[in-house]
């Protein structure tokens, strides 16, 4: 049994032309699809990046800053150390907590807590609760 050809040659040549044609777009699409999308990644990376410096030199800021006002609690530890009843320490990034006589007071400057420590602690004015 022979098959009749149902196209000619110039029309399989013509189909084949067609496809190649479409594919031929197609990748030149996706390439320049690609291509975005690359330059898309470097630009968000390269961002990124600067937003990650930025992020490092503010931390690094941030504590060089808690750690003098840390440091400005030394005298105030050292205005309590020889007092048993008093106990205080330090909570992060920079408050100074102090408790005495049941109570318990947190202070973030170094004026209120020395003021404080004068007037109730040294001079054992009582504390009275509002």
């Known amino acids: 049994m022979v098959l009749s050809h149902r196209f000619?040659?110039?029309a399989i040549l013509d189909a084949i032309s067609s496809l190649?044609?479409?594919i031929n777009s197609a990748v030149v699409a996706f390439q320049s699809r690609a291509d975005s999308l690359t330059k898309r990644w470097s630009d968000l990376d390269q961002r990124a990046s600067q937003w990650s410096d930025a992020?490092?030199?503010?931390?690094?800021?941030?504590?060089?800053?808690?750690?003098?006002e840390r440091a400005?609690?030394?005298?105030?530890k050292r205005m309590l150390?020889?007092?048993p009843d008093v106990k205080y320490g330090l909570l992060?990034?920079?408050?100074f907590q102090l408790s005495h006589n049941g109570l318990e007071r947190f202070f973030t400057t170094l004026e209120d807590a020395?003021?404080?420590?004068?007037?109730h602690i040294i001079s054992k004015t009582p504390v009275t609760t509002a």
């Open 81 to 83: 150390h020889e007092r």
């Open 20 to 22: 190649r044609s479409e």
């Open 72 to 76: 400005a609690f030394d005298d105030v």
């Open 55 to 68: 992020t490092v030199a503010l931390e690094s800021e941030v504590w060089k800053l808690s750690a003098e």
């Open 114 to 119: 020395v003021s404080y420590i004068k007037l």
């Open 8 to 10: 000619s040659n110039a």
């Open 92 to 95: 992060f990034p920079a408050q």
